[in-house]
């Protein structure tokens, strides 16, 4: 009944040229690790502007996440998930989705500290920076799983799902 009013799929099983969520959550990555590296620095050199770029990173990024995921659990909706994936997507799914609270949560706080005092950054939040980053990183180890071990939405593993081999 609705499926006329869709756009058709392409060989990838998209109904755009090529995956969207990878180009987005390289700008969350991104933008995370070297809010990270920039607290880091101005923490060891006094250098309170590096805060401030920090901050902005964060900022955006919680924005971005949210992007994301929605072009995420789209393209996830059209992946043709096969038994061995389905573990790891399941996963890469729950972590994001955790991720853009966990993000939203420390940015807030980060929001807190930042109107208290521009200066300087509690040890504390170094710490869960620390956290966020293992926790980004290990969600950047689950995306390339899925597209570099598992081929989601690569034209051979498209064919070989429709095909009934995989």
Not at 1 to 29: G, Q
Not at 56 to 70: D, K, L, Q, R, V
Not at 140 to 162: C, F, I, Q, R, S
């Amino acid at each position: 009944m609705f499926e006329n009013l869709l756009p058709p799929l392409n060989d990838h099983n998209l109904p755009y040229a090529d995956t969207i969520h990878p180009i987005v959550v390289h700008f969350v990555i991104a933008m995370v690790l070297f809010a990270f590296l920039c607290d880091v620095l101005g923490y060891f050199t006094r250098n309170e502007k590096l805060y401030e770029v920090s901050w902005w990173n964060m900022f955006f990024a919680t924005i971005s996440i949210f992007i994301a995921i929605i072009f995420g659990q789209i393209e996830a909706g059209l992946a043709l998930a096969y038994d061995a994936v389905e573990p790891v997507l399941n996963l890469h799914t729950l972590i994001g989705w955790s991720l853009s609270g966990i993000l939203a949560a420390i940015t807030g706080w980060r929001y807190v500290i930042r109107l208290r005092d521009r200066k300087t950054i509690p040890v504390a939040y170094l710490g869960t920076g620390f956290f966020l980053t293992c926790l980004v990183l290990f969600q950047v180890y689950l995306g390339d799983e899925l597209v570099w071990v598992y081929g989601l939405h690569t034209v051979p593993v498209v064919e070989a799902v429709k095909e009934g081999i995989l």
